[in-house]
């Protein structure tokens, strides 16, 4: 295995790792439409060896995380308009009535 592979399988185990655990069951739904990979149980939880993981399965994967990467950056970016509005509003409206 390429160093590369390594790396990205790295990647893709920490920030599948640190996702919730609605985000980690979309990833096993993703894994479970392959036949070819074997998904592994136990009372820990469910397992996956991403080094034999189909190169088209890696890829949807890949594909999720960019997509929940976007799609937080967007509410952070939301969450701190809104916050910016509300200071500005109310420290308006508090020098207002000063």
């Known amino acids: 295995m390429k160093m590369d592979k390594i790396a990205v399988l790295e990647n893709i185990k920490t920030r599948i790792e640190q996702m919730n655990k609605p985000h ?54 939301m969450e701190n308009q809104k916050q910016t509005f509300k200071n500005t509003f109310f420290t308006e409206r508090e020098n207002a009535f000063a």
């Open 24 to 77: 980690q069951i979309e990833i096993l739904k993703i894994l479970n439409h392959y036949p070819s990979v074997k998904l592994n149980e136990n009372k820990s939880g469910i397992f996956v060896n991403l080094s034999f993981l189909p190169d088209d399965a890696l890829e949807s994967v890949q594909k999720y995380l960019d997509y929940v990467k976007v799609q937080e950056q967007s509410l952070d970016t």
